[in-house]
């Protein structure tokens, strides 16, 4: 397993945008799959955005697709995800997430590291 750190989230009004990013130590990030993944209060933890191991491979949930980039700097062995145009609907808690037992997943299921969650609050 990889240890992850999420930061950059905070309060931003709607329309507005924000960079998460999720440092890691440990392994070599880019040797895994890495995910965004959010859950908001009284709802189930959803899949965000994904990158393949080798990065060739991007994935994105319907809701952001056009809006939230997902990158990476392996040298900073860090993962990034930029959110624009943000509505109150993307108000939650975003986790990001690795695992190297597949080459590329959107399902929260396959992944076996967790950063703790960094909060997003997007207002009206």
């Known amino acids: 397993q990889v240890n992850l750190v999420e930061s950059g989230g905070g309060l931003v009004q709607a329309g507005g945008s924000l960079r998460l990013v999720c440092a890691a130590s440990?392994?070599?990030?880019?040797?895994?799959?890495r995910g965004w993944f959010r859950q908001a209060p009284g709802k189930e933890r959803e899949f965000v955005a994904a990158?393949?191991?080798?990065?060739?491979?991007?994935g994105y949930a319907d809701s952001v697709q056009g809006r939230f980039t997902i990158s990476r700097d392996n040298v900073k062995n860090t993962l990034y995800l930029q959110m624009n145009s943000l509505t109150p609907a993307d108000t939650a808690v975003y986790s990001c997430?690795?695992?190297?037992?597949?080459?590329?997943?959107?399902?929260?299921?396959?992944?076996?590291?967790w950063g703790p969650g960094t909060q997003v609050t997007v207002s009206s």
């Open positions: 997430a690795a695992t190297s037992r597949l080459s590329y997943s959107g399902s929260y299921a396959d992944y076996d590291s």
């Open positions: 440990g392994r070599t990030f880019s040797s895994y799959v």
């Open positions: 990158l393949s191991r080798s990065g060739g491979r991007t």
